[in-house]
């Protein structure tokens, strides 16, 4: 009697693997399908973006390339030229060159949903250090002309719309080494030479509009 219960045994054994299997590959199909659907079969290799804070003057244009079926890599530039300030938000110049190099790991796949990864960056600019939230409220009749040197890491998520077109939201920050000159706003004049600070604090965020291919 045990070869009869071994071979009804074995066949539900088979069975339950052949079902999962089935199941897996309709899964499979499903993605498959919605890959067809939205990324037209083909994965994303390339994606520009704009930031929506152009609408207010500060250009922040970057562009992302596809590594590896979860990674990417993306490049970014910020340009802020306020010299007069902005209105009676921002007293005094406010311009700034920033450049970032960034490597993203994307769980689900690359251009699509979660990312974290590490950041390197670079600027150089005219600005008081009071606009910044740790520091605001000070400096309030001086500005400081420096650059600074940043490392860190940026999470965000990257949502798709249509074959070509997402938003993406992302926050980066980390560790900030900077090197500046300070200056009074009533004449410009220098009030101290070559000083530094250094502080982990945000220093980029940003909506994005993407187009990808």
Known sequence: MRHPVTIILCTLLFLSA????????????LRAARQERI?????????????????????NPSVEFRA???ITVALEGIGVFYPKGFGKILDGPVVMAMTFVEGRYYPVESFRGFFVGPNLGFSAWTLSKGIHPMYWGDYANNYQVGYNFMAGITIG????LTKHWGIEISLGGGYQAGFYEGHYKSDG????????????LPYKAAVNIVYKW
């Open 68 to 70: 590896h079926r979860y």
């Open 157 to 160: 998520y990257a949502f798709t």
């Open 189 to 200: 004049s220098m009030y101290i030479g070559w000083n530094g600070s250094s502080e982990w």
């Open 18 to 29: 052949a079902c999962h299997t089935a199941s897996s590959t309709d899964r499979d199909s």
């Open 39 to 59: 990324f037209g079969g083909e994965p994303v290799r390339t994606a520009v973006k704009l930031s929506a804070a152009a609408a207010v003057g500060i250009i």
